[in-house]
């Protein structure tokens, strides 16, 4: 079994700053890719940060500048560095990550349970 735990969410004021992080644990061989999405109340999940297992990240347009991702491969966690938020950065964030393990051909993607962000005065 392979678990995705995230941690850093919370209440911040706008114009404030968040680190999550989200460890991957189980019977892993390696962790591919990471990323983080997220997932506002009324609105699909949408893509914050993706990272591979080399450190080449990739971020939609929306989000560039303002969040930054990074990861540990020691440690099989992502971590996601949020600055300068706003109300509409409000939403649950997930953790994904692309795993391989022992007598598994293909790469199976997990997801962590989410972290509640909200940015409100």
């Known amino acids: 079994q392979v678990q995705l735990v995230e941690s850093g969410g919370g209440l911040v004021q706008p114009g404030g700053s968040l680190r999550l992080s989200c460890a991957a644990s189980?019977?892993?061989?390696?962790?591919?890719?990471m990323g983080w999405y997220r997932q506002a109340p009324g609105k699909q999940r949408e893509l914050v940060a993706r990272?591979?297992?080399?450190?080449?990240?990739n971020y939609p347009d929306s989000k560039k500048g303002r969040f930054t991702i990074s990861r540990d491969n020691a440690k099989n966690t992502v971590y996601l560095e949020m600055n300068s938020l706003t109300p509409e950065d409000t939403a649950v964030y997930y953790c994904?990550?692309?795993?391989?393990?022992?007598?598994?051909?293909?790469?199976?993607?997990?997801w962590g349970q989410g972290t509640q962000v909200t940015v409100s005065s």
């Open positions: 994904n990550a692309d795993i391989a393990q022992a007598g598994v051909s293909l790469l199976h993607s997990y």
């Open positions: 189980g019977s892993i061989l390696r962790v591919e890719g």
């Open positions: 990272i591979t297992r080399g450190g080449v990240t």
